[in-house]
């Protein structure tokens, strides 16, 4: 302080430009002493936590983004958190330092989430990870924040339950409550918000509240739970989560069909839902992805349209669903619907879906993939689609198209080598009408991947003045802006 106020001293009598220098100076001292605050948070936490504070940079850069186009933004430092009181410590001196706390899970996420823009502390729950309590006859179950989805599923295998969210990856449950995850079972079992009970959270200042319970409906309050959901640890760290579970399907059987062109594809899907037989999952592949997954897969598919259906049930009830697809897949394409309950030959079946990533990255060896999503009312999809394949094809980009077309929201991965500036701005551009135009369909900017850092310049144009509602919902909980800064608005 004595240095800056001889700097404005001096300036004045200098007549040197003081607009010039103060705010340079000003602004230099604010950073200066942000990074001190972080520091001292860092030395207070260092000695609560021991060996489970790292500033490795290996470490650091591990629990920032890795996993897309994103550049890795580290944190300062990482804690392994592994109980609710020590997450509890934690927020506690960041909130009193003002230091940054981004929460991790897998670093799954495909926006950025994880990244640290402003430095801070990263505290990973991987070893917050157990299962606390399964109600079979109530069909739920209470789970800390770091097991992972499979991990979950692993645990439930004997009690004949399953959790149906599968975003593809093998995210942390507390990752895909914060990300409002959803995935390929959606159009039967619904996102995370519909599979969420309750929730246990830390605020930004440390305090820890519960959000719902087990009981399956209530009219107690503010829907708290639902708040958190999808709020990308913006305004709180979930620590403990009872969720809905279902029952192990008596069958299960998946099937493949080519269709001539998107709108046909479309227009079987839009029927199947209008006619309300219950699909597990239905998945599009545009001709791009598949000419992919053939390659990759070593599979001799037609590289037209295919959609990939599951269904689960009770024999009958599963062999009558199956048989209606295939009467509607009749109406819309002269290729027959192939499906079976057999495990291994629905497996090869799903080959394509599960490999598609990998095979759509092989497509470009050693580019990067700019993944983004948007999601459009079901009756809105084949004209978005069309649109998109016709925009991918004007600009020449290598673009493989996936959806989860059931539910309207479809994936687009445009691929380009890291030094190839110019492509990579096209992508840019591109992703931009995609958006826009998914909007003016009625749909959103992300389906699915939630707006981390990728998506802040979207989130106005859908959501209005509404952005400011939330703006005023974090500066609320979170008045010193601590939680997951940078993220959601910018």
């Known amino acids: 302080l004595r240095f800056l106020n001889s700097v404005i001293y001096w300036s004045l009598l200098s007549g040197v430009g003081f607009c010039v220098i103060w705010p340079n100076i000003f602004f230099r001292a604010i950073t200066l002493f942000e990074q001190q605050n972080i520091n001292q948070a860092i030395s207070t936490l260092k000695q609560l ?8 940079a290996s470490v650091r850069e591990q629990h920032a983004h890795t996993t897309t186009w994103i550049a890795n933004q580290p944190p300062d430092a990482v804690i392994f958190a592994k109980t609710t009181d020590e997450v509890s410590s934690i927020l506690k001196i960041c909130h009193a330092w003002g230091c940054p706390a981004i929460a991790f899970g897998t670093g799954s996420s495909l926006e950025g989430h994880v990244n640290a823009p402003f430095g801070g502390i990263s505290i990973d729950m991987s070893h917050f990870d157990s299962v606390l309590a399964v109600h079979q006859d109530d069909l739920d179950v209470i789970v800390q924040p770091g097991i992972t989805r499979e991990g979950l599923n692993q645990h439930l295998r004997d009690s004949g339950l399953f959790f149906p969210i599968d975003p593809g990856a093998n995210a942390s449950i507390g990752g895909m409550a914060a990300t409002r995850a959803s995935g390929t079972n959606a159009v039967r079992y619904g996102t995370m918000k519909d599979n969420v009970l309750g929730l246990e959270v830390v ?3 440390g305090r820890v509240i519960k959000t719902g319970g087990r009981s399956r409906k209530s009219a107690a309050g503010y829907d708290l739970t639902r708040l958190f959901i999808g709020s990308e640890g913006t305004l709180g760290i979930i620590t403990e989560l009872t969720l809905r579970l279902h029952g192990i399907p008596e069958m299960i059987a998946g099937g493949i069909c080519s269709f001539p062109t998107i709108r046909n594809a479309c227009d079987a ?6 006619l309300g037989i219950p699909v597990a999952r239905i998945e599009m592949l545009d001709p791009l992805q598949v000419r992919a997954c053939n390659a ?3 599979l001799d598919l037609p590289e037209e349209p295919l959609l990939l259906v599951e269904f689960h049930g009770a024999p009958n009830t599963v062999h009558d669903d199956a048989t209606r697809f295939a009467e509607i897949c009749a109406d819309h394409s002269p290729r027959p619907f192939s499906w079976s309950s057999d495990a291994e030959k629905r497996q090869k079946l799903w080959k394509a879906r599960h490999d598609a990533l990998w095979a759509g990255y092989a497509l470009l060896p050693g580019g990067t993939g700019f993944a ?17 394949i016709a925009d991918i094809a004007a600009h020449d980009l290598t673009a493989p198209i996936l959806g989860h077309v059931g539910d309207g929201n479809f994936h687009v991965l445009p691929l380009a080598m890291p030094d190839d500036t110019e492509m990579q701005a096209k992508i840019g551009a591109f992703s931009s009408r995609l958006t826009e135009r998914a909007i003016a369909l009625g749909g959103t900017c992300t389906g699915e991947h939630g707006i981390g850092q990728g998506k802040t310049a979207y989130l106005r144009a859908e959501m209005g003045g509404s952005v400011d509602v939330m703006a005023d919902i974090k500066a609320t909980f979170d008045p010193n802006h601590i939680l997951n800064p940078g993220k959601l608005f910018g």
Do not use: M, N
């Open 296 to 298: 990759y897969s070593k």
């Open 203 to 205: 605020l930004a200042d």
């Open 372 to 388: 983004t999503d948007v999601c459009v009312p079901i009756s809105r999809l084949a004209e978005c689609v069309e649109d998109t």
């Open 49 to 56: 936590f021991g060996d489970f504070l790292s500033t490795s």
């Open 269 to 274: 899907v839009i029927e199947t839902i209008q």
